[in-house]
């Protein structure tokens, strides 16, 4: 069974730093694109920051460039998100997502969600 899951989030003060894992069990994900996605209250769910499959590319929404990191353990199966410089905007449920995509199908996963707090 495929199941991803998120660690790592919690409160914190304004312009402190936090490091998300989301370690994916159940095969192989080195050949997925993983993903950071967040949703605030009220808010629609947004792309934080993607992954290619072998860690050569990376894509991060505006807001967070210069301030977050993605990065891949593909030895571990695990994705991690080091958010330093925090503020109260990124407060939102943090979710790990693998997708891939192959002739005649797709696959897609979501974890559970962690929560990140940030105070001012």
């Known amino acids: 069974q495929v199941q991803l899951v998120e660690s790592g989030g919690g409160l914190v003060q304004a312009g402190a730093s936090l490091r998300l894992s989301c370690t994916a069990s159940g095969r192989s994900f080195s050949g997925d694109a993983m993903a950071w996605f967040r949703q605030a209250p009220g808010k629609e769910r947004e792309t934080v920051a993607t992954i290619s499959g072998n860690g050569e590319y990376t894509y991060y929404v505006n807001s967070v460039k210069g301030r977050f990191t993605i990065s891949r353990d593909n030895a571990k199966n695990t994705v991690y998100l080091q958010m330093n410089s925090l503020k109260p905007e990124d407060t939102a449920v943090y979710y790990c997502?693998?997708?891939?995509?192959?002739?005649?199908?797709?696959?897609?996963?979501w974890g559970r969600g962690t929560q990140v707090t940030v105070s001012s």
């Open positions: 997502n693998a997708a891939r995509i192959w002739i005649g199908g797709r696959s897609n996963y």
